[in-house]
């Protein structure tokens, strides 16, 4: 009597796009679990909003407050997200040894990398969502027909904060990645054009300001979400500060201490 042979089966190894989506919801559940984080990214903005709705100052110029503190807000937000959190994750996953273990796993560096980018879009749409639903409930009243240009800002936004976020955390230790990426969304969120627009600004710092990522991402949410225009201007300074960030990343980026 013949045996057959036992037949073994071996499961075919996870797609790259799994493995990055994978990496994307570990990442998104670790930056909602951490409180310090989520502050930044959600409680500020919020209370943020709250105050410039219930207050006069700053002074938003002229159109209804609550329609020109929205925008600004969620420009915040992103920042937040894009480059403070992820700035100060990413240090620490480095001086960790994180980084270095993952790279050389089956999710690669580029896929691990991918899977943070991902992370951030994910905790971004619940951010945004909750931010809109509180200026929503506070009488703001978008422009629908910015919608198109409005998701295109938040996309540039993010790729050029998260790049820059990479570049201080490959560069520098976790310690100073933390104190750094920390002050860096305070003078922006004063001095940058992010909630404030930059128009109200004396001219010479308006230029100045108007060049900078912060300035662009608020300026083109603006625009955007109050007359349903597309600030091409804004946008450029974004792609170009993002083509910067990124070849920089790229160029000093460091896997391990």
């Given at each position: 009597?013949?045996i057959?042979?036992?037949?073994?089966?071996?499961?075919?190894?996870?797609?790259i796009s799994?493995?990055v989506?994978?990496?994307?919801?570990?990442?998104?559940?670790?930056?909602?679990?951490?409180g310090?984080?989520?502050?930044?990214s959600?409680?500020?903005?919020?209370?943020?909003?709250?105050?410039?709705?219930?207050?006069?100052s700053?002074?938003?110029?002229?159109?209804?407050r609550?329609?020109?503190a929205v925008p600004?807000?969620?420009?915040?937000?992103?920042?937040?997200?894009?480059?403070t959190?992820?700035?100060?994750?990413?240090?620490f996953?480095?001086?960790?040894?994180?980084?270095?273990?993952?790279?050389?796993s089956p999710l690669g560096?580029?896929?691990?990398?991918?899977?943070?980018?991902?992370?951030?879009l994910?905790?971004e749409?619940?951010q945004?969502?909750?931010?809109?639903?509180?200026?929503?409930?506070?009488?703001w009243?978008p422009v629908?027909?910015?919608?198109?240009?409005t998701?295109?800002?938040w996309?540039l936004?993010?790729?050029?904060?998260?790049?820059?976020?990479?570049?201080?955390?490959?560069?520098?230790?976790?310690e100073?990645?933390?104190?750094?990426?920390?002050?860096?969304w305070?003078?922006l969120?004063?001095?940058g054009?992010?909630?404030?627009?930059?128009?109200l600004?004396?001219e010479?710092?308006a230029?100045?300001?108007?060049?900078l990522?912060?300035?662009?991402?608020g300026?083109?949410?603006?625009?955007?979400?109050?007359?349903?225009?597309?600030?091409?201007?804004?946008?450029?300074?974004?792609?170009?500060?993002?083509?910067?960030?990124t070849?920089?990343?790229?160029?000093?980026?460091?896997?391990?201490?």
């Amino acid at each position: 009597m013949t045996i057959d042979p036992v037949q073994v089966t071996h499961p075919r190894p996870a797609s790259i796009s799994a493995r990055v989506m994978a990496q994307a919801r570990f990442e998104a559940a670790t930056l909602l679990r951490n409180g310090e984080q989520l502050i930044v990214s959600l409680v500020l903005p919020a209370l943020a909003l709250l105050a410039m709705a219930f207050t006069q100052s700053p002074d938003l110029g002229t159109g209804r407050r609550i329609d020109v503190a929205v925008p600004g807000v969620l420009a915040l937000a992103i920042l937040s997200t894009a480059f403070t959190g992820q700035a100060i994750s990413t240090g620490f996953d480095r001086r960790y040894g994180v980084l270095r273990l993952l790279g050389v796993s089956p999710l690669g560096r580029s896929g691990l990398l991918a899977g943070k980018a991902g992370a951030v879009l994910l905790v971004e749409v619940i951010q945004l969502g909750a931010l809109a639903a509180l200026g929503l409930a506070l009488g703001w009243r978008p422009v629908t027909s910015g919608l198109a240009p409005t998701i295109l800002f938040w996309l540039l936004g993010t790729w050029v904060f998260v790049a820059l976020a990479l570049v201080l955390a490959g560069w520098l230790r976790a310690e100073a990645v933390l104190a750094l990426a920390n002050l860096i969304w305070v003078l922006l969120l004063g001095l940058g054009g992010v909630v404030l627009p930059r128009h109200l600004m004396p001219e010479q710092v308006a230029a100045i300001v108007g060049a900078l990522p912060s300035a662009a991402l608020g300026d083109g949410l603006r625009a955007a979400l109050l007359t349903g225009r597309f600030d091409a201007y804004a946008a450029l300074v974004l792609f170009g500060w993002g083509l910067g960030a990124t070849a920089l990343c790229l160029r000093i980026f460091r896997w391990s201490d």
